[in-house]
């Protein structure tokens, strides 16, 4: 599961890192979060499929999900391609895949990111959908706690919650005690030396003046790649580890 893919830099870095990755380490499943994708926000219809044809099974997404408008052209008609499953009922696309051997959840969270349905309740109801415990979640929410809370709620409901959205890589992952694995968040797929991705300027500017500006994709020829690899119990659904895999790369 890899983490938010910052603009073309990202997209790069993981074209560069994952077919070596998936050969190396044995691979199954891969799930990225691409909401960031198209220039640090949102997503485009070819970047879906480039993402798909550089190896990336579930592209999940969150609060930046809709910034490119295309996106509601062509959102339903790839399954894959996630948008967080506690949204609105009517709103496009879907929250959660079934893959046929395991499912990917999409949610997002509440503390400090917006009015959604609440991500505990509809988390049930998609599990209770299911027979098997194979199921991979990402919750795209700001607080650590939040996404902790949720994690043990499910523990033993679910393989892995893995969270995303502040781009930062946590140390806390970890097997919970009923077998779910666990990260607070994956990190990100962006510039070194960046505020989480976007040129450090306008990011000073805004919070020594408490006034807006544009926040633009850093240009690096260095990337963080931050990811873990979780191994599960085919039988059990239960997780067997979950190890971060972060590295820098050179484009």
């Avoid at 909401?35 to 926000?41: V, Y």
């Avoid at 299911?130 to 939040?146: G, Q």
């Avoid at 030396?193 to 976007?198: A, L, R, T």
């Amino acid at each position: 599961m890899i983490g938010d893919m910052i603009g073309r830099n990202g997209r790069d870095a993981v074209k560069q890192v994952l077919s070596i990755k998936k050969k190396s380490l044995g691979i199954d499943l891969v799930i990225a979060n691409g909401e960031n994708s198209a220039g640090g926000f949102g997503i485009t219809k070819n970047i879906t499929q480039e993402l798909q044809l550089m190896g990336v099974d579930v592209i999940t997404s969150g609060n930046h999900i809709w910034d490119q408008k295309e996106v509601l052209g062509f959102i339903d008609s790839e399954p894959r391609l996630l948008r967080p499953a506690n949204y609105p009922e009517a709103t496009p696309g879907n929250g959660w895949v079934d893959l046929g051997d395991i499912v990917v959840i999409n949610l997002i969270g509440r503390l400090f990111v917006g009015e959604f349905d609440c991500p505990f309740k509809i988390s049930e109801e998609i599990i209770s959908k299911f027979s098997t415990k194979k199921i991979l979640i990402d919750f795209h929410a700001e607080a650590t706690s939040e996404k902790s809370a949720l994690a043990h709620f499910l523990d033993g409901k679910v393989s892995a919650v893995v969270g995303t959205h502040t781009h930062v890589p946590t140390a806390d992952n970890c097997i919970l005690p009923k077998g779910t694995a666990f990260v607070s968040d994956l990190g990100m797929v962006g510039s070194l030396n960046s505020v989480i991705g976007f040129d450090p300027e306008p990011a000073i500017f805004k919070f020594r003046n408490q006034m807006p500006a544009r926040m633009k994709v850093k240009q690096s020829l260095k990337i963080q790649f931050n990811s873990v690899l979780i191994d599960i119990d085919d039988i059990t659904g239960r997780a067997v580890s979950i190890c971060r895999i972060d590295e820098t790369v050179d484009l």
